[in-house]
């Protein structure tokens, strides 16, 4: 290992530049390398609808592999079975009973389905050269929409459409004179518009949630890749100029501390890859439950 020339080309800093949707997919980017995504019927393919659309296809290709086999009525052989079917249990076991209990089985399909396009989805991000889709706000705002949809149109189908859009208006029984009741009334509107507004409110968790911790974990990653550079190079100041070059010894501190500090970290994003694809899934399996059974 030996310390790169101080001298050259100021580094800008670009946190986010990995998370970033583009037309192209960059391999070296200090060689110019990469792939050139084309443009179909005039509509520019990005690197997340390559991404994207490689997830779908193995989460499906999974499930129709896994429901035939089952539906064979054979019994469970190699590792590939095994591992789908210990998922599929874990889906029904700790993801849709808590939120649905004896309706479980109904949802299973579905959230399975979103838990390991979105698990997947967080895992290609952590290869190199790629990019993490599930850190773009429009990706995880797509999703959360879908759940969105499935959580009231389950509530509709369970009271139909007039009785669900009136089980969001609470049901207070006051005692009183006038005064009470109409403090009982304006009580009522109140919290009916927060009912109202929580309903949206939850697709915003379910969105935001994902996005924000994918999003910091690989700024986290960049930052600490980022010490390597920052004092191999000058870097490149706002105002002009540039910042103080770092002593050449500095270089190999840095640089094993960095790197050690970083596959640590990629550690633990393996791990968050797998519990924000849960906690997304357990809290629309939650919010499935209360739609279809409100608390009022």
């Known amino acids: ?48 609808h390559v991404f994207l659309a490689l997830s779908a296809t193995i989460v499906a290709i999974a499930m129709i592999w896994i429901g035939r086999k089952m539906a064979s009525g054979e019994n469970p052989r190699g590792k590939m079975w095994n591992l789908l079917e210990s998922l599929l249990y874990f889906v029904r076991e700790k993801i849709a009973k808590p939120g649905l209990n004896d309706e479980a089985d109904k949802y299973v399909p579905f959230l399975t389905t979103i838990f390991l396009f979105i698990f997947l989805t967080n895992l290609l991000g952590m290869i190199p050269f790629l990019g993490s889709a599930t850190a773009s706000i429009a990706v995880t705002f797509a999703l959360a929409l879908c759940s969105f949809v499935v959580i009231h ?111 640590a970290l990629s550690c633990l994003e393996l791990f968050v890859a797998g519990l924000q694809a849960f906690v997304f899934t357990l809290l629309t399996s939650i919010f499935i439950g209360l739609a279809k059974h409100p608390a009022h």
Do not use: C
């Open 153 to 263: 149109v389950s509530g509709i189908q369970e009271m139909g459409f007039k009785k669900y859009i009136l089980s969001f208006i609470p049901h207070l029984h006051l005692e009183g004179g006038p005064a009470i009741k109409a403090m009982g009334f304006f009580i009522t509107v109140g919290m009916a518009m927060l009912e109202y507004a929580t309903a949206f409110i939850r697709l915003a968790v379910l969105a935001i949630r994902l996005f924000a911790n994918m999003l910091a974990g690989h700024a986290a990653l960049f930052m600490i890749l980022f010490f390597i550079q920052y004092v191999s190079r000058p870097i490149s100041d706002p105002m002009g100029g540039y910042l103080h070059e770092s002593p050449g010894w500095l270089y190999y501190v840095i640089a094993p501390v960095s790197i050690l500090l970083s596959v």
């Open 1 to 48: 290992m030996s310390a790169p020339a101080a001298a050259g080309k100021p580094l800008d800093i670009d946190p986010f530049h990995h998370v970033v949707d583009g037309p192209g997919i960059e391999i070296f980017e200090s060689l110019n390398l990469g792939i050139h995504l084309p443009a179909i019927a005039g509509y520019q393919i990005t690197k997340f």
